[in-house]
């Protein structure tokens, strides 16, 4: 990550997501694969949704940075879009 930057909050690009699940494999408390086949993040609310997401708003927030990171990274497509909390994006 860019300058070891916290990741504030997190995008799936639904355009680009095959549905790969490797995010689910890293990340499984974090992501899942909707009825489309296309990563969502699982939230506080209840909601499933591909974002924007805040960090704090995830069902688990104590994820750590580097799970998510290794979640993005591993995406093939690199759907997985992270930014800090100033809206830079520190990721892909």
Do not use: H
């Amino acid at each position: 990550m860019a300058e070891n930057k916290k990741i504030a909050k997190i995008v799936v690009n639904r355009d680009l997501c095959i549905g790969a699940a490797s995010c689910i494999t890293i990340a499984g408390e974090v992501f899942e694969l909707d009825g489309e086949n296309k990563a969502v993040m699982l939230l506080k609310s209840g909601q499933r949704n591909s974002g924007p997401a805040l960090k704090n708003d995830l069902v688990n927030e104590s994820v750590s940075d580097e799970t998510i990171l290794s979640a993005a990274q591993s995406c093939p497509t690199k759907a997985i879009l992270l930014y800090d909390d100033e809206g830079n994006q520190i990721y892909p």
